[in-house]
């Protein structure tokens, strides 16, 4: 049975019980992100971004509200592998290869190594890396490491794909590269995004919406349709309409308190 929504948050709420009292990290969080849709969080820092997307991931659990994936519940999802999870850090194994860090999750899920290698072969030529699978993460540039991590999220060809800061730690170029290569992969498996950035303007350029947050506590403020078409190349980067809706997000992003985001 296929289902409209890749995500489907209703009510959530997330509240960290700590020593100085409760911290509210998320309220009233409602959102619905559809099969194949590229919807990105931005917001101030700890406004709840990389919280809302481990409740998604059931790597932690929702204090009130419920959470559906594909229409089953987060945890359901986790165990039937729905979703592939990248962060800021690509995470790679240094003992294995690029080959054999993309092989891990089909190995942990028992694939057949035939299968297994032309599927890793697939997968690394998909990222860019088909002369890189017998190197070591540590002959990798930072991009090309985070590439491997994205084709390890992308293994077991997930309908959603959560991302968090992915290309936090790149330099620009290395970044606008990978933000192309994305949105062509996402396009290329069909797969839902749901994608936290701390910029402006990749959030415009990868997504057909982009969610507003504020902090204290935790809440959407705004949803902006970026309806850019197709096309998300460089020549998109100099478009009017681009600039149009960066310019709308970012007034979307003052209307919310942003002197107070360095405070936790
Ligand atoms: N395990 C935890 N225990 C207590 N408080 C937590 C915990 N995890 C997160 N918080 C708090 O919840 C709020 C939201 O944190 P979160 O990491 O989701 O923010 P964020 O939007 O991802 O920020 P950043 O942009 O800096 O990554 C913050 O006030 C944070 O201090
Ligand atoms: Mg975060």
Redesign the pocket.
């Given at each position: 049975m296929t289902t409209e929504y890749a995500v489907r948050a209703t009510g959530v709420g997330?509240t960290?019980?700590?020593k100085a009292g409760d911290?509210?990290?998320?309220t009233e969080v409602e959102l619905t992100v559809s099969a194949g849709e590229f919807v990105s969080?931005i917001?101030?820092?700890?406004?709840?971004?990389?919280?809302?997307?481990?409740l998604i991931a059931d790597l932690?659990g929702a204090t009130t509200g419920e959470l559906e994936i594909f229409g089953k519940p987060a945890a359901k999802a986790r165990v039937d592998q729905d979703y592939g999870i990248a962060f800021q850090q690509a995470g790679l194994l240094p003992w294995r290869t690029v080959g054999g860090n993309i092989a891990l999750p089909l190995e942990l899920h028992g694939m057949a190594k035939p299968d297994r290698a032309k599927r890793v072969a697939d997968l690394a030529e998909l990222v860019g890396l088909s002369d890189f699978i017998d190197r070591f993460p540590d002959q990798l540039s930072g991009g090309m490491q985070q590439r491997v991590a994205i084709a390890r999220s992308l293994a077991e060809q997930p309908r959603l794909l959560l991302m968090?800061?992915p290309f936090g730690a790149l330099d620009e170029m290395t970044r606008e590269y990978l933000q192309g290569e994305l949105t062509r992969i996402a396009k290329e498996t069909g797969a839902a995004v749901v994608f936290?950035t701390?910029s402006i303007p990749e959030a415009v350029f990868l997504s057909d919406r982009v969610v507003v947050?504020s902090?204290?506590p935790?809440r959407i403020t705004d949803i902006i349709e970026t309806p850019l078409g197709d096309a998300r190349d460089e020549a998109l980067r100099e478009s009017p309409e681009y600039f149009e809706r960066v310019t709308a997000v970012r007034e979307a992003l003052h209307g919310t308190p942003v002197e107070r985001a360095n405070e936790?």
């Open positions: 997330k960290f019980p700590t911290v509210v990290a998320l969080l917001g101030p820092s700890g406004c709840g971004k990389s919280t809302l997307l481990r932690d968090d800061e936290v701390h947050m902090p204290r935790g936790r």
